[in-house]
């Protein structure tokens, strides 16, 4: 079986990622791929940054007005949005080598795709166990 691992990258644009998965959707119907394109999505969380010396620098006679502030500047720190990479594996077997070159090459050139950072790790890489593992490990 000829079986490659798309992942890209699109850091916190939801709106775009969700475009590819749709694009991906549409093209798994129209061209009756079934499972021979899987999609997966992972969010990595990013962890809020604490800034040690602004917390220490705090005024000891601080304003309430000051306090709500701080309150939502700590809100948004924590509300921040995920990554959001796009994990895209192509499954064809031995005699569809056409099929799965022209998928290869057509997924990356799709707007959706072109304008983001991608890899593609192919069965014979040596990082294509680990990328298999994590695809198969997310939901």
Do not use: C
């Not at 021979?36 to 969010?43: M, N």
């Amino acid at each position: 079986m000829a079986q490659s691992i798309l992942i890209f990258e699109f850091g916190t644009n939801e709106e775009a990622a969700q475009q590819a998965r749709h694009k991906v959707e549409g093209w798994k119907q129209a061209f009756r791929l079934g499972d021979k394109i899987a999609l997966k999505f992972e969010r990595i969380a990013k962890e809020p940054k604490i800034d040690a010396a602004a917390e220490e620098e705090k005024p000891s006679g601080a304003k309430k007005g000051s306090k709500k502030s701080e309150g939502k500047k700590g809100e948004e720190e924590t509300q921040e949005k995920p990554e959001i990479r796009i994990l895209l594996r192509l499954n064809f077997s031995d005699h569809e080598k056409l099929s799965y070159q022209r998928w290869l090459d057509r997924i990356p050139a799709e707007e959706p795709f072109k304008t983001v950072k991608s890899e593609t790790v192919r069965q014979s890489d040596q990082a294509f166990a680990e990328a298999s593992g994590r695809f198969d490990s997310l939901d």
